[in-house]
């Protein structure tokens, strides 16, 4: 693959191996977030870093990622996650409220490893289509091998959204209220959820690893006291998935 015709200033070269991961998942999560209940559906896997370098480590709320710095214990990189619409005649609970177009969330992550058991992520997106706010994800996983080839992970997450990125899905305003049969509710931004997360996973060769994972998010905040999360839904979110991917290099000349 050629490289392209001119080098971005500030940032390394992209010149050289690369090593491409691209896997497939399947999630029972909730309906929608704030959701009682839940529903199967696919998520895609994606990652990109600098051949040669260490198999870091990749949870499943990892954003899609590119790792353009990767020295010794750091990474960072652009990162890209899809947040799918949600249509209120799918789901009784939303009958009034109105659709709310897929969105497109764009940003970067940086991840550090104190030492080879742990480690720390945050991300920053800016949301475009449904929504037009901030998300901020932060979480950090002990990494445990149990034998060769497999490795438990658990650790905390916490999530902060800006009211542009809250209201589309908490809000109520005065045409939605009639609609609905839900009380008038401004939501506001701010500290949007704590939870915890666990993944075991298996590497059954250099190019194939399968894993499985539970996590568990509590909305806080003006998510938490929406009425459509009060009257209809829960603040409590729980998603289990199973996933595969495969590994491959190729060279940028």
Do not use: C
């Not at 475009?128 to 658990?154: E, F, K």
């Not at 931004?189 to 250099?206: E, L, M, T």
């Amino acid at each position: 693959m050629p490289a392209p015709p001119f080098d971005v200033p500030m940032l390394p070269s992209p010149s050289g191996n690369w090593t491409v991961m691209v896997g497939i998942g399947g999630e029972y999560t909730p309906d929608f977030v704030g959701s009682k209940n839940g529903k199967l559906m696919p998520i895609p896997i994606f990652s990109i870093r600098r051949a040669g370098s260490v198999d870091q480590f990749r949870g499943p709320r990892d954003s899609a990622s590119i790792a353009l710095f990767d020295v010794g214990n750091f990474r960072a990189g652009p990162a890209f996650k899809y947040v799918a619409s949600r249509r209120s005649d799918k789901y009784a609970e939303l009958t009034g409220l109105g659709d709310v177009k897929a969105a497109y969330e764009l940003g970067g992550f940086v991840e550090y490893f104190p030492v080879d058991w742990l480690r720390l992520r945050s991300e920053l997106r800016q949301s475009m289509g449904g929504n037009t706010g901030t998300v901020a994800d932060v979480s950090a996983d002990v990494i445990v091998p149990l034998i060769q080839r497999l490795t438990i992970s658990a650790g905390p997450r916490f999530t902060w959204k800006s009211t542009k990125a809250t209201a589309p899905y908490f809000g109520v305003d005065a045409v939605q209220s009639v609609a609905s049969g839900l009380p008038i509710y401004d939501a506001r931004g701010g500290a949007h959820s704590v939870g915890f997360g666990g993944q075991i996973s298996y590497r059954i060769n250099p190019q194939w690893e399968v894993h499985a994972y539970v996590e568990y998010e509590k909305l806080l905040g003006d998510a938490a006291d929406s009425p459509l999360v009060k009257l209809r839904g829960s603040s409590n979110q729980t998603t289990i998935g199973l996933g595969a991917s495969y590994s491959f290099d190729f060279r940028i000349r």
